[in-house]
C-alpha cells in the first residue's frame, strides 16, 4: 500500500515526480509478446483499410457534385432508366450475382448515357458527343477512370421536377 502511495507522490530520493507510463509497461511485461503485438497490427490494419475505403468513397462523392450537379424531371425517361438500372444493380449485388462486376455508378451513367443519345430534346451536335462516348466504351467497366460518381437522388417532392 505504502508503495502505491509513493508512486502517486513525488519520489523522495530523487525528488522527481513518478513514471506515469510505469504501470502500463509492468503490465505489458506480462503479456504473451509477439501473439499480442501482431494482433493489435492486424486490427490497426483492418481499420486503416475500412477509413481509407471510406475516405475514397466519401471523396468521390464530393468530386462529383462539385463537377456536374443536374436536375432531372422525375417522369423523364433518363431518370426512369437510371432508377430501373440502379435497381437491377442491388437485386444482383443481393443475390450476390457476378452479372454486374463495377460500381453501381457505372450502369447508372450508361443508363444515362443510352437514355439521352435517344432523346429528342437533346440538340444533334450533344446526341453526335454522347453517341461517340458509348461507341468508345464498350461496358460500363471502362467507365472506372471516366465517372466518379453518377447517382440518383430525390431531389424535390414537388410533381413538377
Known amino acids: 500500500m505504502q508503495g502505491a502511495m509513493r508512486s502517486k507522490t513525488k519520489s523522495p530520493a530523487t525528488g522527481s515526480a513518478p513514471d506515469p507510463l510505469q504501470g502500463r509497461r509492468r503490465a505489458k511485461r506480462g503479456r504473451q509478446g509477439a501473439s499480442h503485438d501482431a494482433f493489435d497490427l492486424e486490427a490497426l490494419v483492418v481499420h486503416t483499410a475500412r477509413f481509407s475505403l471510406q475516405t475514397a468513397a466519401v471523396t468521390r462523392g464530393f468530386s462529383g457534385a462539385v463537377e456536374h450537379s443536374v436536375l432531372l424531371p422525375a417522369?423523364?425517361?433518363?431518370?426512369?432508366?437510371?432508377?430501373?438500372?440502379?435497381?437491377?444493380?442491388?437485386?444482383?449485388?443481393?443475390?450476390?450475382?457476378?452479372?454486374?462486376?463495377?460500381?453501381?455508378?457505372?450502369?447508372?451513367?450508361?443508363?444515362?448515357?443510352?437514355?439521352?443519345?435517344?432523346?429528342?430534346?437533346?440538340?444533334?451536335?450533344?446526341?453526335?458527343?454522347?453517341?461517340?462516348?458509348?461507341?468508345?466504351?464498350?461496358?460500363?467497366?471502362?467507365?472506372?477512370s471516366l465517372v466518379n460518381?453518377?447517382?440518383?437522388?430525390?431531389?424535390?417532392?414537388?410533381?413538377n421536377l
Open 149 to 159: 460518381v453518377c447517382m440518383i437522388r430525390r431531389t424535390f417532392d414537388t410533381p
Open 75 to 144: 417522369k423523364a425517361q433518363p431518370t426512369l432508366d437510371m432508377q430501373a438500372t440502379g435497381q437491377m444493380y442491388s437485386d444482383a449485388k443481393k443475390k450476390k450475382s457476378q452479372e454486374c462486376p463495377g460500381a453501381p455508378h457505372q450502369y447508372v451513367w450508361a443508363a444515362l448515357s443510352k437514355a439521352l443519345a435517344s432523346e429528342e430534346r437533346v440538340s444533334e451536335a450533344d446526341r453526335r458527343a454522347i453517341l461517340a462516348h458509348i461507341q468508345n466504351t464498350r461496358s460500363p467497366d471502362q467507365l472506372h
